[in-house]
């Protein structure tokens, strides 16, 4: 079984920070990469960051310089600082998992971050 739970969301004022936590549980599973994507009300879900297994980090423009992410062997967390109001969304993990040679996409159910004062 494969489960993706994410934590660490909530509200926070203009500023502050949060950081994001998925814990992934899963079988014999590698993982090759994982992230953090999100989704406005009305708008398509986006990619925020994502780090593969070898360290390579992506993340949206609007992310760069604001938030990090980082991963260990059944982790992904997202460090977000300096919050804007515009970061309000809700927030979904991504996993791309393998057995073997065979790969799948898995996803939380999304946790709420809302940036007000």
């Known amino acids: 079984q494969v489960q993706l739970v994410e934590s660490g969301g909530g509200l926070v004022r203009p500023g502050g920070s949060l950081r994001l936590s998925c814990t992934v549980s899963?079988?014999?599973?590698?993982?090759?990469?994982m992230g953090w994507y999100r989704q406005h009300p009305g708008k398509q879900r986006e990619l925020v960051a994502t780090?593969?297994?070898?360290?390579i980090t992506q993340y949206a423009h609007s992310a760069k310089g604001r938030f990090t992410i980082s991963a260990n062997a059944n982790a992904v967390y997202l460090q977000m600082n300096n919050l804007e109001p515009e970061d309000t969304a809700v927030y979904y993990c991504?996993?791309?998992?393998?057995?073997?040679?065979?790969?799948?996409?898995?996803w939380g159910q999304g946790i709420q971050v809302t940036v007000s004062s």
């Open positions: 991504n996993a791309e998992l393998r057995w073997g040679k065979a790969g799948s996409e898995y």
């Open positions: 780090v593969t297994t070898s360290g």
């Open positions: 899963r079988s014999n599973a590698s993982i090759d990469r």
